[in-house]
């Protein structure tokens, strides 16, 4: 014979595997993950060559100064 709680862990463990917003907010947080290294990808490349560029003219300012 099945107690009241074993009937409404029954209910709830069903409710539970019938549940799909679990995997849905999974996909989501992949997305987000994918999304946040795409950024930092492009930031990581965007800042080094800012700063190549950056550098080279201050090299070329300084190795052209009259000074020099």
């Excluded at 549940?19 to 849905?24: A, K, Y």
């Excluded at 947080?29 to 950024?39: E, N, S, W």
């Excluded at 090299?59 to 009259?66: D, G, I, L, Y």
Aim: proline letters at 1%; zero cysteines; charged letters at 15%.
């Amino acid at each position: 014979m099945r107690t009241g709680r074993t009937k409404a862990a029954g209910r709830m463990l069903a409710a539970f595997a019938r549940d799909r917003s679990g995997g849905v907010a999974i996909e989501y947080g992949l997305v987000a993950g994918l999304i946040f290294l795409a950024i930092v990808a492009a930031v990581h490349l965007l800042s080094q060559n800012l700063m190549d560029n950056f550098w080279n003219k201050v090299s070329n300012a300084v190795a052209n100064s009259p000074g020099s």
